[in-house]
């Protein structure tokens, strides 16, 4: 059964600081995607960033990038010039491809979320 | 276009009774996910629907719950007898499983609290 982990219950950082959370993995699937999502007190949870594992470049979306390290089942996000509105839980999540056509679920496995606090 | 919609936003009620909790998809989206969020924790899946499939209720916690999609569409999920340790925000999410096959969008959720 895969896992994700994440080890960071919560963190602080000044804004315009850059921040990493970090998020780990389990599973012996070769081919599987990995998201990162954003959830504010509105409770929408937002994509924040995908990465394919079969890409070895790693996912970039303006502040926000990832240190996708597939052999150590490693999926770090990093935020850079850190914002007020950032504020929020962030999740790691992971699926993988249905194994037939009579299943197409994507259905996501969730780590427990970050809460990122960034401070003014 | 809009956005993965879903009603009411906060429900109170009491142990014992039934709650419906509604979801709209994005237009188009084939697939719908309903997810459940205890609180300080992570999502935990519940049941998914492709066109007219039937659904994957695995994740079902117990036969008090239960979900229907009409016309491919709506979505309900029923919660019968409500129990306290049911409290938690349901969260229903939506794919393009024709285009973008790995890509979820969310609702906002309804926080159900059962007294």
């Known amino acids: 059964a895969q896992t994700v982990t994440q080890s960071q219950p919560e963190m602080s950082v000044q804004e315009a600081e850059t921040v990493t959370l970090s998020c780990t993995y389990d599973t012996s699937e070769n081919n599987y995607y990995l998201f990162w999502y954003k959830q504010p007190p509105s409770r929408q949870m937002i994509l924040v960033i995908r990465q394919e594992a079969y890409k070895q470049q790693n996912a970039t979306e303006n502040r926000f990038s990832v240190n996708f390290q597939k052999a150590a089942k490693s999926f770090s996000l990093k935020i850079s010039d850190s914002q007020l509105g950032d504020t929020a839980m962030y999740f790691c999540a992971f699926t993988k491809p249905p194994q037939s056509r009579m299943d197409s679920n994507y259905q996501l496995i969730w780590g427990a979320g970050t809460k990122l606090i960034i401070k003014p | 276009g809009a956005g993965v919609s879903q009603s009411p936003s906060n429900k109170v009620t009491e142990k014992g009774k039934d709650v419906e909790l509604r979801c709209d998809p994005i237009?188009?989206?084939?697939?719908l996910y309903w997810y459940r969020q205890s609180l300080g924790q992570g999502l935990e899946f519940l049941i998914y629907f492709q066109g007219n499939s039937a659904p994957d209720k695995s994740g079902l916690p117990s036969d008090r719950f239960s979900a229907e999609r009409t016309g491919g569409s709506v979505s309900t999920l029923t919660i019968q007898r409500t129990q306290q340790e049911d409290s938690a925000v349901y969260l229903c999410?939506?794919?393009?499983?024709?285009?973008?096959?790995?890509?979820?969008?969310f609702g906002p959720g309804t926080r159900l609290t059962v007294l």
């Open positions: 999410a939506s794919m393009n499983a024709a285009g973008e096959t790995d890509t979820q969008y």
């Open positions: 237009s188009g989206h084939t697939a």
